[in-house]
C-alpha cells in the first residue's frame, strides 16, 4: 500500500525541481524542513492511509509556567489560529508545543504543498508571538 506517500514524493519532486534542491520523505515517509530564521516543520506521510500530517515549532513549554502555558495552548486552539484545521499539540516526548495539521493527500502538488507549508510556518509565528504577549 503507497497511502499518501505517493502523493506526496511526487508533490516533493515538483517542488525541488522549482527549488533547485532535493526534498524527500525518508524510509519513514517523513522529511523534517528548516526555513530561514530557524522556523522548522515536518511532513509524514504514512503509507497506511491517504493523509499527509504536518507538524510546525511552536515553542518549546517552560517548566517554571507549565500549566499557564498549557492552558494558554487550550484557549489559543480556538481564538489564535486562523488556518481553519490546524491545532495546537504537546510532543511529550520534547516537550514542545506544535502548530498540527492533516490533509488528504489526493490532489496535493507542489503549490498546494508549498502554500500548506507556509501557512504552517505562518500560524506557528503568531502562536509565539501571542504567547509572548501573553
Known sequence: MV????????????????????????????????FEGGETC?????????LVY???RVMPVD?????AMLEWALVANVEEIDLPGAFIALDRESDILLVCYRVDAEGLDAERL???????????????NAAAGR
Open 114 to 128: 508549498s502554500l500548506l507549508l507556509t501557512s504552517l510556518i505562518e500560524a506557528a509565528r503568531i502562536l509565539r
Open 42 to 50: 515536518t511532513i509524514e506521510a504514512p503509507d497506511w492511509e491517504n
Open 54 to 56: 504536518f507538524f510546525a
Open 63 to 67: 517548566p517554571r509556567s507549565r500549566e
Open 3 to 34: 497511502g499518501a506517500r505517493g502523493p506526496v514524493a511526487t508533490a516533493l519532486r515538483e517542488l525541488s525541481q522549482s527549488l533547485g534542491r532535493t526534498l524527500e520523505l525518508d524510509h519513514n515517509g517523513t522529511l523534517a524542513l528548516e
